[in-house]
């Protein structure tokens, strides 16, 4: 697994680097090794904060997890990360790889989820900027908005993040 380790308003330290590969060598086995694991820790005010994004074959999984102390903040995320993986282990299995799931896990086969759409909703995308976006966005009081990126003219989201920022979802190639 290629794992990439950064720290944001920190520099983590090479026990905490040491942790992080040890932790992830769980989820490697789930993924092989050519997938990719990004591990972000960001230390804010009143706790510390270590993200990760797992990505193979165009899908992504991301846990984000805080505590008072980095290394159990990993924990957890690793943890959510497990939790995630088994939740939709029928799915991934289908797609992702050809190991079963059940042999890793020595666990009953559960019933695929089915989502239940109750409403579907059309928009009309015009272009524009994605400041006009995020202004449009909260006067709306919503959590995401589709527009027309008015630069690229492509489709694009802005979102509400959890630490009060904002977010911009671009579409790319596949490489």
Do not use: W
Request: negative net charge; contains cysteine; proline residues 2%.
């Amino acid at each position: 697994m290629n794992i990439t380790i950064i720290g944001r308003k920190c520099t983590p330290r090479e026990s905490f680097k040491e942790r992080a590969e040890t932790k992830l060598k769980k989820v490697e086995k789930f993924f092989g090794s050519n997938a990719d694991a990004k591990v972000t820790a960001t230390v804010e005010k009143n706790a510390k904060v270590v993200e990760i994004t797992l990505s193979k074959g165009g899908y992504i999984f991301r846990a984000q997890e805080r505590s008072q102390e980095l290394e159990e903040a990993l924990d957890k995320c690793v943890d959510s990360l497990i939790r995630q993986i088994r939740k939709n282990k029928t799915k991934l299995q289908k797609r992702l790889y050809e190991v079963s799931f059940d042999e890793v896990f020595n666990a009953p086969e559960e019933e695929e989820q089915e989502f239940d759409i109750v409403r579907t909703k059309s928009v009309i995308v015009k272009p524009e900027s994605v400041d006009e976006a995020i202004l449009q966005m909260n006067m709306l009081g919503h959590e995401f908005y589709v527009f027309r990126n008015a630069d690229t003219d492509l489709i694009n989201v802005v979102y509400k993040r959890n630490d009060g920022g904002y977010g911009v979802i671009e579409p790319t190639a596949d490489d």
